[in-house]
């Protein structure tokens, strides 16, 4: 039996198949461990030809033509009946897989007996997700957040899908990738999520094309959402893990229409359409259960929008819609044994200890706090006065759902890690007698050796983040210098073999925190002045402008020193790093291609 099936469903795909096909002809696990079964949906393009042809040059492809069905879920159920491998995993026309993907996936897989394997995505339709924050080799639907990801672009194990009959829904069916997750999650024994390796690259078409971008009317599209409820309710008994699992469809789904940016952007008609029909399901699919269970203010939202309150959703929305995360670095610095000194060559170990608080803020500027009244705990009257049915918001847990983290940006490739945080939420009293404020603060361990999956940050620019959900507002805010002139100096450090340097900096332009990462060169005098130069904002403006007053033959000079001197130059050790994707180090022609700088 084949390790793996992958399963493409087709439909007019045209050239996005000469950018996916690449990635999955030729991956690590052998040619002769998988095949690639391509299931066209009568395409009425040349991708018919395209896809025969692929299957007559690769042995381990394969083509089944059908008419056409109209959406993708009939090609994948025909894929997981044509498939010979033990596992299947799904992948759509325009997409990528990386090249280690199956053999790593499929690894963790049969090391645990996998029902379901989810591999970290990446790519322009993925931003960060918590979900792939760590590889964990045994979770259920009960005690991990699975329904935080419901993309089928998965490893399942077909025998799983062919015994409990789990299919697509067929035909013009949305959401039938919830319905298929939703019916599946509900019954997985074992669940793994390969978190520290990027696996599938989730791209945009750049012709708009993608199918998940297609209008649908609410009657239908909500019409949808009640059988994924469905398959929850189906798979489950009634009690708090169902309430638990409905729980996201509820905050995500049917209070989408009602919150920012979405009920300010409709009006008229437009809006009681939607109001109207997602109240409909509200009341008819949801038990209490699900709604007692929501942080503050989506829970306030749930009780205006099942009383009807139009009005005051659209108000509270115009005042939620301009609160704003504040970040405050209480301390920041590099952990015993790195390099205290600037100086390259420093002794390794070094972890970027960096302390935060984080806070929420009114649109007026003032803290978003809570009243306390005889012993119990209210939502900001000044947030919501004169919002009708707002008022006396009772707030019984604030610290129920509250949390912070720290995340890195890859910015070259597009990947987002998860360095280690011990971020503790608090109630905090403040000088105004009465009224208290969330805040989410600690220590974030930056470990650059092993950030990127257990690897050494790759070289290119690598931006720091904050991210926070407080009383059910989730905000992400860059991690910022609190001024300009009081940016913490922060001392150069070498990382790995082969060796690299990595040179913590402050962005011109938004003082945000940058990890810049790039190859040691040669330590000569020249370099370490230019690297505490660089690293040094004072310094770095005191240069430029005694560059700037040399005479121009002199001024000539000097900029050619410190470009010789910059370890970042174009040439300079490029051959000693290569991504372990297939990339190139930044500076060169490869790099500036999308799709992890891999080619098509």
């Known amino acids: 039996m084949l390790k793996v099936s992958i399963v493409v469903p087709v439909h007019n795909a045209g050239r996005y198949l000469d950018l996916c096909a690449p990635s999955l002809l030729d991956q690590s696990i052998g040619r002769d461990a998988y095949e690639i079964i391509y299931v066209d949906d009568g395409s ?23 008419e056409n069905s109209g959406w993708p879920g009939k090609p994948r159920n ?29 690894g963790l897989a049969v090391r645990n007996r996998s029902d379901i394997v989810l591999g970290k995505v990446t790519g322009t339709m993925q931003g960060p997700s918590s979900v792939f924050k760590r590889t964990v080799e045994r979770c259920t639907a009960a005690d991990a957040p699975l329904f935080e990801s419901l993309t089928p ?47 599938y690259i989730w791209n945009r078409r750049d012709d708009g094309g993608n199918t998940s971008a297609r209008a649908t009317p609410p ?44 009920v300010l952007q409709r009006t008229g008609k437009a809006l009681e359409r939607y109001f109207t029909v997602v109240r409909r399901m509200a009341l008819d699919c949801y038990p209490p259960g699900v709604r007692a269970g929501l942080p503050a203010i989506s829970a306030l939202r749930a009780a205006l929008l099942e ?10 929305a115009r005042r939620t819609q301009h609160i704003r995360a504040h970040l405050t670095i209480d301390d920041i610095r590099w952990s015993e044994g790195g390099s205290g000194s600037g100086s390259v060559g420093g002794p390794a170990g070094a972890r970027l200890l960096i302390s935060t608080t984080i806070t929420l803020l009114r649109p007026d500027g003032e803290p978003l706090t809570l009243q306390e009244r005889d012993g119990r705990l209210f939502l900001d009257p000044a947030l919501l ?28 490739r597009d990947e987002w890690w998860f360095p280690d945080a011990d971020l503790t939420p608090r109630l905090e009293p403040l000088a105004t007698t009465g009224h208290h404020r969330v805040a989410v603060s600690g220590v974030t361990a930056v470990d650059p050796r092993t950030l990127a999956g257990g690897d050494t ?29 009081h940016r913490p100096h922060l001392p150069t450090t070498r990382l790995g073999a082969p060796p690299r340097l990595l040179i913590p900096t402050w962005s011109a332009r938004d003082d945000q925190l940058r990890l ?10 020249a370099h370490r002045a230019f690297l505490h130069t660089t690293n040094s904002p004072h310094l770095r403006r005191t240069a430029r402008t005694l560059i700037h007053r040399l005479p121009p033959s002199l001024r000539h000079g000097a900029r050619a020193l410190a470009r010789r001197a910059d370890p970042w130059r174009p040439g300079r050790g490029r051959e000693e790093l290569p991504d372990r994707r297939g990339a190139e180090g930044p500076g060169s022609p490869r790099a500036t291609l999308p799709r992890h700088g891999r080619t098509p």
Do not use: N
Request: proline share 6%; aromatic share 6%.
């Open 385 to 412: 006065a004169g919002i009708e049915g707002a008022e006396h918001w009772e707030v019984p847990d604030p610290l129920d759902h509250a949390r912070g983290e720290l995340l890195v940006h890859d910015t070259a």
């Open 307 to 316: 009383a009807g309150r139009l009005d005051s959703l659209v108000e509270l």
């Open 219 to 262: 009657e239908v599209y909500y019409g949808h959402l009640r059988t994924v409820v469905a398959a929850v309710k189906e798979g489950t008994d009634p009690g708090p893990l169902q309430d638990h699992l409905l729980r996201r469809s509820y905050r995500v789904e049917l209070l989408r229409p009602v919150s920012e940016p979405r």
């Open 153 to 199: 672009h998965k490893m399942f194990r077909r025998r799983f899908l062919l015994d409990h009959g789990i299919e697509f829904p067929e035909g013009r069916v949305r959401l039938e990738d919830q319905v298929f997750m939703a019916r599946a999650y509900v019954r997985a024994k074992t669940v793994s999520i390969l978190g520290g390796h990027p696996c």
């Open 457 to 485: 940050l790759l070289p290119g620019t690598h931006l720091v983040w904050a991210s926070a959900q407080l009383l059910g507002v989730g905000r992400r805010v860059r991690v910022t210098a609190t001024t300009t002139e």
């Open 44 to 66: 009425t393009d040349d991708s018919p030809r395209r896809l025969d042809d692929l299957a007559a040059r690769h042995p381990h492809v394969r083509v089944a033509h059908q």
């Open 78 to 106: 025909v894929g997981v009946r044509l498939a010979r491998g033990e596992y299947v995993q799904f992948v759509d026309q325009d997409d990528e897989l990386t090249p280690e993907a199956l053999q790593r996936l499929h």
């Open 516 to 525: 810049a990462v790039g190859p040691l060169g040669h330590t000569t005098t």
